[in-house]
């Protein structure tokens, strides 16, 4: 079993739809989550940090963290077509360690 | 917010040489920055921790000898691909963390260099 397990889609949606985005993971230690995005042929970006379980809100983005699921969540809302992109979740459980990854979630969002 | 730079984006060499990817923390000082690489449609895959001032812990089977790894100073990693092999083509990505930021934990990556090896 993968330490971190992510759906690698692909994901395709209209525009304007609310997008849900997973990740489940083994590793109780895990307390620092991160969403990354990454456009083709391009460089991961950070869209999100979080802490320990809760909620997370930067504009159409929210990130959710369920420590006693072992669950993180990521969604957009109002999605729009230059949403479209891979989208890994990443984590570790001590500050500087170096971060796990999901295998990533392809989405599509069509105009 | 933070960059991290890459250099070059995109390296063509011979099968043989040797070829040098550059990373740099722009505007913080990254005490440690790792290296990726990334096949096409798949996740990232660890190569290697580079600290500042000491050798890189490589991940388990990656060779230390074929892909060295420098981090001479806060703010530059230097990932060199030895007698590079048509195999070793591939997406190669750095990132590095921000001590200052999100507790200590803020990782950011460079814009990741495509390497073809011919």
């Known amino acids: 079993q993968k330490e971190v397990e992510q759906d690698p889609g692909p994901l395709s949606v209209p525009e304007g739809a609310i997008v849900s985005l997973n990740c489940t993971y083994s590793?109780?230690?895990?307390?620092?989550f991160m969403w990354y995005r990454q456009y083709s042929r391009k460089g991961p970006e950070l869209l999100m940090y979080t802490y320990s379980s809760g909620n997370k809100e930067d504009g159409r983005f929210t990130a959710q963290v369920d420590k006693s699921s072992k669950y993180i969540s990521l969604f957009i809302r109002d999605s729009q077509p230059s949403d479209s992109a891979t989208y890994l979740c990443?984590?570790?459980?001590?500050?500087?360690?170096?971060?796990?990854f999901g295998q990533g979630t392809e989405l599509s969002v069509k105009p | 917010g933070a960059v991290v730079s890459q250099h070059p984006s995109r390296v063509i060499c011979k099968s043989g040489t040797s070829v040098k990817i550059e990373c740099r923390s722009l505007?913080?000082?990254?005490?440690?920055m790792f290296w990726y690489r990334q096949f096409p449609k798949k996740s990232l895959m660890l190569m290697a921790t580079?600290?500042?001032?000491?050798?890189?812990?490589?991940e388990q089977g990656v060779e230390k000898d074929k892909f060295l790894i420098n981090h001479a100073s806060l703010t530059l990693s230097t990932l060199t691909v030895t007698s590079a092999h048509p195999e070793d083509s591939s997406f190669y990505i750095c990132?590095?963390?921000?001590?200052?930021?999100?507790?200590?934990?803020?990782?950011?990556f460079g814009e990741g260099s495509w390497l073809t090896v011919v």
């Open positions: 590793n109780s230690a895990f307390q620092y």
């Open positions: 580079s600290n500042e001032g000491s050798k890189a812990t490589y």
């Open positions: 505007d913080f000082q990254a005490t440690t």
């Open positions: 990443a984590m570790n459980g001590n500050q500087g360690g170096k971060l796990i």
């Open positions: 990132s590095a963390r921000d001590p200052l930021q999100g507790s200590g934990n803020t990782i950011y």
